[in-house]
């Protein structure tokens, strides 16, 4: 085998010859293991064992009073066999990680439709709510495994075209449509989640119930925090507002950059649990945070392209979902044991919210041209 590595001057069809010639590893001397590098010289200490039960005891030794502690194989609705490595809370993380109901977040509306390569998706808003999360849960000595599992998952029930879609999906969907609930309960309930990761997923929002961990109200904030900032940015970049016309009380409390703005927040979360013991904010940050929130709604979410845009997703959805609902027998996910609930059926609505809500917005709106006959030019672009 060809261990040697390729130069900046090697030809491509050498470099694919070497790069092939890797795909066995290396096994270097009488040692019964393949290496990636041929020239690998990384050792580590042979005895040490990290697995599942050795982290939950470090858990009982460095996590704060209150946070939530990983048991076995966590209580799950179906009950499971411990995994040997990995805690409930890790394992629940590596689920939604790798769910079709996650990746699909990547092709959904944060703020912009279509988003261009620099804007914010549901997928990379779901990563920059579990850093910010992350970070004030390892400041206060919290679950760090559950604080990123919630807030990776927070966001699975959002359909496309980001919060249009519980308003075209709530006359569907008794008691209505929100986000958090359907995400925990429906679209991630296949998974066999934690009570603990599904709570905190469900109770995200600041409408609903309080979250019963301190991990999941952690997510609460970080995902206002996140969101506020990052959208923000974002309208900047395209020219939808001035960066100069943010507040001056958002601009003297947590400065003009979205790192400043983090910075502030985040350090105004873990002072404030610091100091009392609960998961809030410094009163001087959380106006800012709230005038920060206004301005956006004001001049992003709430302007008229806005709404119209919104105007014209919820037409879409609407009927997607009255057309699936109307031809239950041609839904996808229906197994072929499975009998079709009755047409137009509270049963066969369901499903089609389900099915409907689940697609990204490319696919949304091309099922509106190959289904509804929608023309092309009568669909959301994106930035108006």
Request: hydrophobic letters at 40%.
């Amino acid at each position: 085998m060809n261990n040697s590595e390729p130069n900046n001057n090697t030809e491509p069809e050498d470099r694919t010859a070497l790069w092939a010639s890797t795909m066995g590893g290396h096994q270097i001397g009488e040692k019964p293991i393949r290496l990636a590098h041929s020239d690998s010289t990384a050792h580590i200490g042979i005895a040490a064992q990290m697995n599942r039960a050795t982290r939950e005891h470090l858990e009982e030794l460095t996590l704060v009073r209150g946070a939530t502690a990983s048991a076995g194989a966590g209580n799950r609705v179906v009950p499971e066999e411990p995994d040997p490595e990995r805690t409930c809370f890790e394992r629940d993380r590596d689920r939604i990680l790798h769910s079709p109901a996650f990746r699909r977040l990547s092709g959904k509306t944060q703020v912009f439709v279509f988003p261009e390569d620099h804007q914010r998706t549901r997928l990379t808003h779901a990563l920059e709510v579990a850093q910010v999360a992350v970070a004030i849960s390892r400041s206060l000595g919290l679950n760090l495994a559950l604080t990123e599992a919630i807030a990776l998952g927070h966001d699975c029930g959002h359909g496309p075209g980001g919060h249009a879609s519980e308003d075209a999906f709530s006359p569907y969907i008794p008691g209505g449509y929100d986000h958090a609930v359907w995400g925990a309960d429906t679209v991630l309930r296949p998974l066999n989640l934690c009570s603990e990761t599904l709570d905190g997923i469900r109770n995200h929002s600041w409408s609903r119930p309080a979250p019963l961990t301190p991990e999941g109200e952690v997510v609460s904030w970080a995902d206002r925090i996140a969101y506020v900032c990052h959208d923000f940015e974002d309208a900047a970049h395209v020219g939808i507002v001035m960066p100069e016309e943010l507040p001056i009380l958002v601009r003297e409390r947590c400065g003009e950059r979205r790192s400043q703005q983090l910075s502030s927040f985040i350090s105004a979360v873990v002072q404030a649990a610091r100091e009392t013991g609960q998961i809030g904010m410094t009163d001087s940050l959380a106006e800012a945070l709230a005038e920060f929130r206004r301005f956006n709604y004001e001049k992003i979410y709430m302007r008229a392209e806005s709404l119209a845009q919104s105007a014209t997703v919820i037409r879409i959805l609407r009927a997607l979902v009255e057309h699936h609902g109307s031809h239950p027998n041609q839904l996808p996910a229906l197994q072929a044991t499975e009998t079709a609930p009755e047409s137009d059926s509270e049963e066969a609505l369901a499903q089609a919210v389900t099915y409907v809500g689940g697609m990204t917005d490319r696919y949304a709106f091309l099922q509106a041209q190959q289904l509804l006959g929608w023309n092309r030019n009568d669909l959301p672009v994106g930035i108006l």
